[in-house]
């Protein structure tokens, strides 16, 4: 397995005073697959994603990417490598319309490198290549979503619009820290199609959820945290069968 | 009883383009760029208009140099995102700099300005650096702090002119181009920050005001954008800095004082942060008015406060954005 694993993360841990939000988690994510991480709330989800993203330094533990050391390396450098992100706290470039968002990460040395959108080109204007990457993610161009300034969109369009920042990075793992929260069902239905695309396009994705339902539609495999500690990591239906997994979400709120 | 609602309206060209202008008659071209051509002209004449009152012609300088420091403010702070309370951090450094260069090493005025500009900048983002990764108020309070260090250590060590500053500096040698030496750069730094925050990596500095962290997760090296961001800056309080001490032939310790950070954040407050043209009307009605305020002796820091205050609290916004909304919309009066 460990051939084919794009990032490996191994004894990771992180306590914020007395508190040890990650306790010697490890575990490693194939190419191409979509991984799920689930846990109750306060579990250590974001935490993970933090520390493995170079936004916290981890205490302890290694993380690999592409058999590359990466622990502890600046955020900016650890995107450049191909690795995005979304916040659960989603705050979008407010001053800016929806499009104009996407001129950042397309900024980057990364997307400069990799050039635009659909062979939009090393030159390709960055405005015709934003549009075309949030119409690929559920902006309908011919309505004037894409310029709408950001702070005055739905929270169905501000989730796409995290979504779609990490794309224009094009990376080659995307964490996803509860992309699913606070939508309506209607809403994750016409989200997960978006998830599969991406995955069909090569992209590892890693999703935080802690909607289970959802996630189990699209999840190849998942792992769950409780108090920070990895408690079962496989297939979603034997995940959730585990007593453990059912103890830590049915003992505090129920599934 | 009828009620009656106050409405705003679009007028017809700004619904039909919304920053992308499709001009079709003279009549749009001219209502587009009407009130940047009154503005410049306005500037660019009042040397001439000021003639018949010689006293107030050296005003119109130091209201230019206050405008390019207010510029400078607003655009770190609306723009970037740091709120910088250190005008005079630039305003005396770029003084002395080019005092070091005119008087110790004899580079003329047409040299040291530039010079002082540039390696005054350098010094400035040098020693903010370590502040740069520090957000809100601990960046402001350390902006705030520098240059009552550097005005200290000059008088404490007693270098550089100690108390009495470096007199003899070259003055310019003629009273128009003493005029236009801060006219055009001022109107050129102005138009070229408006110009820089609407490019892709204007946008990409409006980001780290906005949301910094998803700038780092966008793969990009935000204390390097702020270092350069604090440079651009520096540039412009360098210059005025360095304009001021050759215009009064003396670099002393008043180029660090209070005013130069006060006055170009009221400035910008009261013509409208983030529109980078409302900082220099801040600085063309504030120069002026403190100026007027010297007659009234001690009284004229408290007038000063309540037309401060008064403006706050009655044109929050800023001038300039209330202007532009006037213009570009129209009010009637309909039933509700
Ligand atoms: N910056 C921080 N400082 C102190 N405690 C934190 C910080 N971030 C998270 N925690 C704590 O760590 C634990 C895990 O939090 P988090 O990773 O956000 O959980 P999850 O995302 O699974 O809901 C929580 O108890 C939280 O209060
Ligand atoms: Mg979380």
Redesign the interface.
């Known amino acids: 397995m460990s051939g084919e694993a794009i990032l490996s993360v191994s004894k990771l841990s992180k306590s914020f005073g007395g508190l040890r939000a990650l306790v010697d988690v490890s575990f490693e994510v194939k190419r191409g697959e979509i991984f799920g991480i689930i846990g109750p709330n306060g579990s250590g989800k974001t935490t993970l994603i933090n520390c493995i993203t170079g936004f916290l330094k981890p205490d302890g533990g290694k993380v690999y990417f592409k058999e590359k050391d990466i622990t502890g390396l600046k955020p900016h450098k650890i995107s450049q490598m191909g690795i995005a992100r979304t916040f659960q706290i989603m705050r979008p470039y407010y001053s800016l319309p929806a499009y104009k968002n996407l001129i950042i990460p397309l900024w980057s040395p990364r997307a400069k490198r990799l050039g635009g959108w659909r062979g939009g080109g090393r030159h390709g204007d960055r405005d015709t290549v934003a549009v075309d990457i949030l119409e690929e993610i559920g902006f309908e161009r011919d309505s004037r979503v894409p310029y709408k300034l950001a702070s005055t969109l739905p929270t169905g369009y501000q989730k796409r619009l995290e979504l779609a920042r990490c794309i224009a990075l094009r990376p080659e793992i995307i964490f996803c820290d509860e992309v699913f929260s606070g939508l309506s069902m209607s809403e994750v239905a016409g989200m997960i199609p978006l998830i599969e695309k991406m995955k069909m396009e090569g992209i590892t994705l890693i999703m935080v959820e802690h909607r289970l339902r959802e996630l189990f539609k699209v999840a190849d495999r998942v792992m769950a945290l409780n108090f920070g500690e990895k408690i079962a990591e496989g297939d979603p239906r034997e995940v959730i069968e585990d007593r453990r997994v059912r103890e830590a979400y049915l003992g505090r709120e129920g599934v | 009883m009828e009620q009656l609602r106050k409405e705003r309206v679009d007028r017809s060209l700004k619904v039909r383009t919304?920053g992308l202008y499709a001009i079709s008659s003279i009549e749009e071209i001219l209502y587009l760029i009407g009130p940047r051509l009154l503005f410049v002209a306005g500037i660019l004449l009042l040397p001439l208009i000021f003639e018949a009152a010689p006293y107030w012609k050296r005003v119109v300088n130091v209201m230019c140099a206050y405008a390019l420091v207010a510029i400078s403010f607003d655009f770190l702070s609306n723009f970037v995102g740091l709120v910088c309370l250190g005008g005079a951090l630039f305003t005396g450094v770029g003084g002395y700099f080019t005092a070091i260069y005119n008087r110790y090493f004899s580079f003329p005025i047409y040299l040291s300005i530039p010079l002082a500009t540039l390696s005054g900048a350098l010094f400035c983002t040098l020693v903010l650096l370590p502040a740069l990764p520090l957000r809100g108020v601990y960046f402001a309070i350390i902006t705030l702090m520098y240059p009552l260090l550097f005005s200290r250590i000059i008088e404490a060590l007693n270098v550089l002119g100690g108390t009495n500053g470096i007199t003899g500096i070259e003055s310019f040698p003629d009273p128009y181009i003493e005029h236009y030496a801060i006219i055009l750069p001022m109107l050129f730094f102005l138009f070229a920050t408006r110009r820089f925050v609407n490019e892709?990596?204007g946008?990409?500095f409006?980001?780290v005001?906005?949301?910094d962290?998803?700038?780092?997760?966008?793969?990009?090296?935000?204390t390097l954008i702020k270092v350069y961001a604090v440079f651009i800056a520096s540039l412009m309080g360098c210059f005025s800095g360095a304009y001021i001490a050759h215009m009064y032939m003396w670099a002393g310790l008043s180029l660090f004082a209070l005013d130069f950070s006060v006055i170009p954040i009221a400035s910008t407050v009261i013509g409208g942060g983030g529109t980078l043209i409302g900082p220099v009307i801040g600085s063309f009605i504030l120069v002026p008015l403190s100026e007027i305020l010297r007659a009234a002796g001690t009284l004229r820091i408290v007038i000063y406060c309540v037309v401060l205050t008064l403006f706050i609290i009655l044109k929050s916004e800023g001038l300039m954005i209330y202007l532009q909304r006037k213009y570009h919309q129209f009010e009637r009066w309909v039933k509700v």
């Open positions: 919304e892709d990596i946008l990409v409006r980001g005001k906005d949301n962290q998803a700038v780092r997760a966008s793969g990009i090296n935000v």
